[in-house]
Nanobody, 122 residues
Framework: QVQLVESGGGLVQAGGSLRLSCAAS????????MGWYRQAPGKQRELVAA???????KYADSVQGRFTISRDNAKNTVYLQMNSLKPEDTAVYFC????????????????YGQGTQVTVSS
């Protein structure tokens, strides 16, 4: 199983930016899609963004226009650029290797990284 390692989290003021990285131990081309999830304390894990092998992207309504997901297949890395951060974006962010995006729905595999904490202060 490919191991996923997230990095780039931290503490930032509202309105600031962060870029998260997800480095895979193997080739990410083998996955039809990759995704970023987040989980805030007391809340369920939610999909933030996903990207297919061909570059098709999907975003949660709450981050549309502020976050950008991208992938570098040569580096086996997926990125999440987060701009205009809000306190409600505070969560642990997880990378996922998925089955794909079908009819607008991202289908994850049970393959997550350990997560990286993002904290946005007001």
């Amino acid at each position: 199983q490919v191991q996923l390692v997230e990095s780039g989290g931290g503490l930032v003021q509202a309105g600031g930016s962060l870029r998260l990285s997800c480095a895979a131990s193997g080739s990410i081309i083998s996955f039809n899609a990759m995704g970023w999830y987040r989980q805030a304390p007391g809340k369920q894990r939610e999909l933030v963004a996903a990207i297919t092998r061909s570059g098709y992207t999907k975003y949660a309504d709450s981050v549309q226009g502020r976050f950008t997901i991208s992938r570098d297949n040569a580096k086996n890395t997926v990125y999440l650029q987060m701009n205009s951060l809000k306190p409600e974006d505070t969560a642990v962010y997880f990378c996922n290797a998925g089955v794909g995006i079908f009819s607008g729905t991202y289908y994850p595999r049970d393959n997550y990284g350990q997560g990286t904490q993002v904290t946005v202060s007001s």
